[in-house]
């Protein structure tokens, strides 16, 4: 009986070897060289942890299956069900690259604030292992978004939008990704502004979201250009340690100002490209040059100034991977009155107080994507004591002219234009910070201020223990990898 029973067991084993040669266990042959097989040890229901990462435990590529949701708000009223602009960007980025998400109409039901809070402040909590059943994903990419509106510029509302995700793997509850954006955005409606915002702060966190969950599941890990939007040209510039080109279209005027004998239109931009210069990364195209270029092809830059929604022909025509649109909305002085209550005007004479009041609109595109990077008023104000005659042969630009209220009124719009770029240009991809002491703008590797001469702050060399990137101060999660660090 045995010996019957120790042939049967030969049989099976022999049955077993024929089986795995014909292929029935193709599947498990073909896994991924680093997925490791789960051994089940005596006595155990359920197979030991893997050392795979957290999401490759419930699925590998292609078979994982992401659920996004990010409920917004505008103002103190929730956007809506079927508004989620920051969401849309994320899911587009993901399903670009292959990866398959839940649709968008099927979230609608669970794309709410306070689900979204809840999932986000418990990762383990019975309500994230809910809507992975419910939706049957493995990879969970919940936060949300609130706009509000910001100021007024011409006939356009002005917004900001914050958006904050968090990437889990509800099996384990573990958070693999976390991290807030905030964006600004523009439009003659305050709703569409702000979401508008909510969108740009989507699009600069899903390239981010995309390499952790790559990681996490053998999948794709960079974003794969849609074809004709390339990638930014101040991405590359840096990339290739050469200098950003900035180009300066000749600003609009609509001051009306007849103080001085200044050509504003090319004043103002040659100013503030030379305070945007003293950043070593920073090199500004000529504008005569520039404007060579565009007569060649039959363009007039001054009509740039109106089309800036729509540059993309121009990323072969212009030397440039930044284009600076201005239009000069108000550059005026007013007469104050002084002890004892005496009004001068400079037409009369004598020694008087006047304020300066002066306004740029400001739009930064980037020249090969077409996109715009920041739409935004750098405005300076000032009062000043002068000596009558009025703004004659004061160069614009000049010590003299810097005494004014006009030119220190000029010299607070140009301080804010310059950050206003350079926050554009390190949305590029470009590394600039700001000094603590004077507010100016520096390379992010500067070691002293360039124009206080304080010492900088040394960044945080420690690097990310997961991925070894470089982490900002404070850091509490990688900025490229999620891992937790603190």
Not at 8 to 33: I, K, Q, S, T
Not at 195 to 218: D, N, Q, S, W
Not at 281 to 297: K, P, Y
């Amino acid at each position: 009986m045995k010996a019957r029973r120790g042939g049967l067991w030969v049989l099976a084993g022999v049955v077993l070897v024929l089986l795995a040669a014909c292929g029935v266990f193709a599947d498990e042959a073909n896994m991924p060289a680093s997925e490791e097989t789960v051994a089940v040890q005596e006595g155990q229901d359920e197979p030991t942890a893997s050392t795979e990462p957290p999401a490759a435990v419930s699925a590998r590529y292609p078979d994982v299956t992401l659920l996004v949701v990010v409920p917004e708000r505008v103002g103190s009223a929730a956007a809506g069900g079927d508004m989620a602009a920051a969401e849309t960007e994320i899911i587009k980025v993901l399903m670009a690259s292959g990866y398959r998400c839940v649709d968008q109409a099927q979230v609608a039901s669970v794309r709410d604030w306070s689900i979204a809070e809840q999932v986000m402040s418990d990762p383990a909590g019975p309500q994230a292992r809910n809507l992975a059943e419910q939706f049957g994903a493995q990879i969970l990419v919940i936060g949300h978004g609130f706009g509000e509106a910001g100021a007024d510029i011409e006939n356009l509302k002005t917004a900001r939008g914050r958006v904050e995700v968090r990437v889990l793997v509800p099996a384990t509850g573990e958070i693999i990704f976390a991290e807030g954006v905030t964006e600004s955005g523009a439009d003659a409606a305050p709703t569409v502004a702000a979401l508008k915002a909510l969108a740009a702060a989507g699009r600069r966190l899903a390239p981010k979201i995309l390499k952790v969950v790559g990681e996490a599941t053998g999948g794709p890990t960079e974003v794969l250009v849609p074809a004709g939007e390339g990638v930014s040209g101040a991405s590359l510039a840096a990339a290739a340690g050469r200098k950003v080109r900035v180009a300066f279209a000749p600003f609009e005027d609509k001051s009306g100002w007849t103080g001085g004998d200044w050509n504003l239109s090319a004043a103002l931009p040659d100013l503030i490209a030379q305070e945007l210069m003293k950043l070593d990364i920073v090199e500004v195209v000529d504008r005569a040059n520039l404007s060579q270029t565009l007569g060649e092809q039959g363009l007039d830059i001054s009509g740039l100034v109106d089309r800036s929604e729509e540059p993309r022909e121009l990323g072969t025509l212009l030397p440039a991977d930044i284009l600076v649109i201005g239009r000069i909305s108000m550059f005026q002085s007013k007469s104050e009155t002084v002890a004892g209550g005496v009004l001068r005007s400079p037409v009369l004479g004598g020694l008087h107080k006047e304020k300066g009041v002066v306004k740029i609109l400001l739009k930064v595109v980037d020249v090969k994507t077409g996109k715009v990077l920041g739409i935004s008023e750098a405005t300076g104000e000032a009062t000043e004591a002068v000596l009558a005659g009025g703004y004659a042969g004061i160069l614009f630009g000049g010590a003299q002219f810097d005494k004014t209220a006009m030119g220190r009124a000029t010299r607070k719009a140009v301080d804010q234009a310059v950050r206003m770029i350079a926050s554009c240009l390190e949305r590029a991809g470009v590394a600039v910070r700001t000094c603590p002491n004077c507010g100016a703008v520096v390379p992010a590797e500067a070691r002293f201020c360039t124009q206080c001469g304080k010492r900088m702050a040394p960044q945080e060399a420690a690097g990310c223990p997961k991925c070894g990137a470089r982490l900002p101060a404070g850091a509490k999660f990688c900025p490229e990898c999620g891992a937790k660090v603190k």
